[in-house]
């Protein structure tokens, strides 16, 4: 079993950066690509990023491309989200998981998941 937590949520101008992170515990992480997803309300979880074990693939959402950037720290068992230039759009639950598909957009690919984080932009 893997438990992940995120944290570094919150209320940001429009414009602004947050950090997300995901620390993992639990069995092992060996060999996880690491996902984001959100979900505003009223609407359904979607792709944000993922990242492969390895970190040697990336893949964002084109909502998101050229203002968020996904890495990881296998030695550390985390996996952050940097958000640059949010807009009020941006606005949801961050949910961190884990799987073992490369990299997929799918939420059903992913077999673990944190409980998320609210990140609010306003305008």
């Known amino acids: 079993q893997v438990q992940l937590v995120e944290s570094g949520g919150g209320l940001v101008q429009a414009g602004g950066s947050l950090r997300l992170s995901c620390a993992a515990s639990?069995?092992?992480?060996?060999?996880?690509?690491m996902g984001w997803f959100r979900q505003a309300p009223g609407k359904e979880r979607e792709f944000v990023a993922a990242?492969?074990?390895?970190?040697?693939?990336?893949r964002y959402a084109d909502s998101v491309k050229g203002r968020f950037t996904i890495s990881r720290d296998n030695a550390k068992n985390t996996v952050d989200l940097q958000m640059n230039t949010l807009k009020p759009e941006d606005t949801a639950v961050y949910y961190c998981?884990?799987?073992?598909?490369?990299?997929?957009?799918?939420?059903?690919?992913?077999?673990?998941w944190g409980q998320g984080t609210q990140v609010t932009v306003s305008s």
């Open positions: 639990g069995r092992t992480f060996s060999g996880y690509a």
């Open positions: 998981a884990a799987g073992l598909s490369l990299t997929s957009s799918r939420p059903t690919a992913y077999d673990y």
């Open positions: 990242i492969s074990w390895s970190s040697g693939r990336t």
